[in-house]
């Protein structure tokens, strides 16, 4: 199971006392999600186990309940996925407007991937203009969330034909990606914009981007599972093809 999960943000060491209490949250996250061959049906299993060990107001609550959202959407169990939706509304109506901004934006999301799932591209683009964030709301969700929010902006902008916009959200996703400090993304989303450069026919800055992306792929070899290498060398096979160079593609 391939889940948007959590990376660990920063690459100090841990203290001692950290190291001894056992792995944080999202290194639990992390051992759940990033296997490709471990079984939907366990991952989910840990997914509740964690769920059930987390304070609901540890902001990794959030982080667990998302993944265990995306999870039964892998699993296409919608009445699952809806489910929990009363413990996405506890964030929702949290008193606190940075909780309550984060669930929202978290719920949304789900409903965007269930309807782009069914290939609902006008359900899924109410999904994210529901949202509502003010500039300053938006600016105060942390990093990673505005990453996600990004994406799937620019992924809705693909649909509609409005690349410029596909661009500026994608340009937008490498920078939270940047501040998350999750290498994983930030490639996912270089290797994104360079395709998107290349559907608009600027092959130079298509392949400036890809090129960074395998950059940081190689600097990184351990944080990408197979399907996201794939993915990044797609990319770079497509826009080799677009700019003619076929015997490059082919290789």
Same mark, same amino acid.
């Not at 940075?98 to 999301?109: P, S």
């Not at 794939?230 to 003619?244: E, F, K, P, R």
């Given at each position: !199971?391939?889940?948007?999960? +959590?990376?660990?943000?920063?690459?100090?060491?841990?203290?001692? #006392?950290?190291?001894? #209490? /056992?792995?944080?949250?999202?290194?639990?996250?992390?051992?759940?999600?990033?296997?490709?061959?471990?079984?939907?049906?366990?991952?989910?299993?840990?997914?509740?186990?964690?769920?059930?060990?987390?304070?609901?107001?540890?902001?990794?609550?959030?982080?667990?309940?998302?993944?265990?959202?995306?999870?039964?959407?892998?699993?296409?169990?919608? @009445?699952?996925?809806?489910?929990?939706?009363?413990?996405?509304?506890?964030?929702?109506?949290?008193?606190? +407007?940075?909780?309550?901004?984060? /669930?929202?934006?978290?719920?949304?999301?789900? !409903? =965007?991937?269930?309807?782009?799932?069914?290939?609902? !591209?006008?359900?899924?683009?109410?999904?994210?203009?529901?949202?509502?964030?003010?500039?300053?709301?938006?600016?105060?969700?942390?990093?990673?969330?505005?990453?996600?929010? =990004?994406?799937?902006?620019?992924?809705?902008?693909?649909?509609?034909?409005? &690349?410029?916009?596909?661009?500026?959200?994608?340009? @937008?996703?490498?920078? @939270? @990606?940047?501040?998350?400090?999750?290498?994983?993304?930030?490639?996912?989303?270089?290797? #994104?914009?360079?395709?998107? =450069?290349?559907?608009? /026919?600027?092959?130079?800055?298509?392949?400036?981007?890809?090129?960074?992306?395998?950059?940081? !792929?190689?600097?990184?070899?351990?944080?990408?599972?197979?399907?996201?290498?794939?993915?990044?060398?797609?990319? &770079? /096979?497509?826009?080799?093809?677009?700019?003619?160079?076929?015997?490059?593609?082919?290789?």
């Amino acid at each position: !199971m391939c889940l948007a999960l +959590p990376w660990a943000a920063g690459a100090q060491e841990a203290p001692a #006392s950290a190291a001894a #209490s /056992g792995p944080s949250i999202a290194e639990r996250l992390d051992a759940i999600g990033l296997p490709e061959d471990r079984e939907n049906a366990r991952a989910l299993h840990e997914l509740e186990a964690l769920r059930r060990s987390v304070s609901p107001r540890d902001p990794m609550a959030l982080e667990v309940l998302f993944s265990l959202g995306l999870g039964h959407l892998t699993d296409k169990n919608e @009445a699952a996925l809806l489910a929990l939706e009363p413990a996405f509304q506890a964030w929702i109506q949290d008193g606190d +407007p940075r909780r309550a901004a984060q /669930g929202r934006v978290a719920w949304q999301l789900l !409903m =965007y991937s269930k309807s782009a799932a069914a290939l609902d !591209m006008a359900a899924a683009r109410s999904a994210l203009e529901a949202i509502r964030l003010t500039p300053q709301e938006e600016q105060g969700l942390p990093p990673l969330w505005r990453w996600r929010l =990004y994406e799937r902006r620019a992924g809705a902008a693909v649909q509609q034909g409005k &690349l410029d916009d596909a661009q500026a959200h994608r340009l @937008a996703a490498v920078r @939270a @990606a940047e501040e998350a400090d999750s290498p994983r993304r930030v490639i996912d989303s270089m290797s #994104s914009l360079a395709y998107t =450069y290349g559907v608009q /026919g600027d092959q130079a800055a298509a392949q400036r981007w890809i090129d960074q992306a395998l950059a940081r !792929m190689e600097a990184h070899p351990n944080r990408l599972n197979a399907t996201q290498r794939a993915n990044v060398l797609t990319s &770079l /096979g497509t826009i080799q093809t677009d700019a003619g160079r076929l015997a490059d593609a082919a290789l």
